[in-house]
Nanobody, 121 residues
């Protein structure tokens, strides 16, 4: 079984910072691209950032220059450093990863349970 668990969410004032973590565990053969999405109440889920197994990154325009995605392959963990937070960044943040399990011929996406980020004003 494969599991992704996010942590690091919380309450922060506008202009503040948070670092989110997401650790994958289980019978993992390999992890390809990892990423972060977010969803605010009444809004569509949107992609925030992705990072490939080789370290190539991609960001939504709304967060570029403020957020940084990184990963630690030895720990099967992806991070999202969020700086200069704005009220519009408030959402539930979900991590995802393309994972191939031992004994499986395919790679598929897995999702975490989400962690709440609240930006007060």
């Amino acid at each position: 079984q494969v599991q992704l668990v996010e942590s690091g969410g919380g309450l922060v004032q506008p202009g503040g910072s948070l670092r989110l973590s997401c650790a994958a565990s289980g019978s993992i053969f390999s992890i390809n691209t990892m990423g972060w999405h977010r969803q605010a109440p009444g809004k569509q889920r949107e992609l925030v950032a992705t990072i490939t197994s080789g370290g190539s990154t991609n960001y939504a325009n709304s967060v570029k220059g403020r957020f940084t995605i990184s990963r630690d392959n030895a720990k099967n963990t992806v991070y999202l450093q969020m700086n200069s937070l704005k009220p519009e960044d408030a959402a539930v943040y979900y991590c995802n990863a393309g994972i191939r399990r031992y004994g499986s011929p395919i790679t598929r996406d897995y999702w975490g349970q989400g962690t709440q980020v609240t930006v007060s004003s």
